[in-house]
Structures are given as structure tokens and as C-alpha cells.
């Protein structure tokens, strides 16, 4: 084996170091909080889709986002796509109600 000479003080400076006890839970929520703050401030958080459409047979998406504009994408995350199949059922459901109604019975 090669011998190897290193500084321990040195190399412990330069690696980070793992919180332990109440230091590591304080250090945890002040980054949690920094993290929620980040988030406020970022306004580029998908909001909703708005549609759904193809190209050459591949799912693309327009999205609101928070900063109230719309953009294109081409994937998007379960938790819209889940409030986008709600949204449509329920919108579904009303045009089928109305159109019942709107039939004369003779």
C-alpha cells in the first residue's frame, strides 16, 4: 500500500458534517422553511392543465401555472392529471344533464 500523508484537520474542513441531536432537527426545519420560502417565491408551479392534445400520436399539455400564464408541455405529474380527469368528468356530467333536459318529451 502507498503510504498517504494528509492533514486529518484539513480534510475534515472540506467535508460536510452530519448534524447529530438538536442541532440536526433545527438545522432540518430552518431548511424545510427555507425550502417553503423558496417555493413562494418561485412562481413557476404548475397550477392546472388546461388541455390535452396530440402530436404524431404523443400526449402534450397546456398548463396554467401559478405566474398565470400558459405553457406547453409534454409531461406533466400524476397529481394534475388526476385533477384534469376530475375536472372533465364533472363538466361531462353537467353537459349530460342539461342536454336531458333540454329534450321535449312527447
Not at 440536526?24 to 388541455?51: L, T, Y
Not at 408541455?73 to 392529471?81: G, R, S
Amino acid at each position: 500500500m502507498k503510504k498517504y500523508d494528509v492533514d486529518r484537520n484539513e480534510f475534515n474542513k472540506r467535508l460536510p458534517r452530519i448534524n447529530t441531536g438538536e442541532d440536526a432537527a433545527v438545522s432540518k426545519v430552518q431548511d424545510q422553511k427555507s425550502a417553503r420560502a423558496e417555493d413562494q417565491k418561485s412562481e413557476n408551479r404548475p397550477v392546472e392543465i388546461v388541455r390535452i392534445y396530440r402530436i404524431k400520436g404523443k400526449k402534450h399539455y397546456k398548463v396554467r401555472f401559478a405566474d398565470n400564464k400558459i405553457y406547453d408541455c409534454d409531461w406533466v405529474n400524476k397529481a394534475l392529471l388526476d385533477h384534469y380527469d376530475r375536472k372533465m368528468k364533472a363538466k361531462n356530467a353537467r353537459i349530460r344533464t342539461n342536454d336531458r333536459r333540454n329534450v321535449r318529451q312527447r
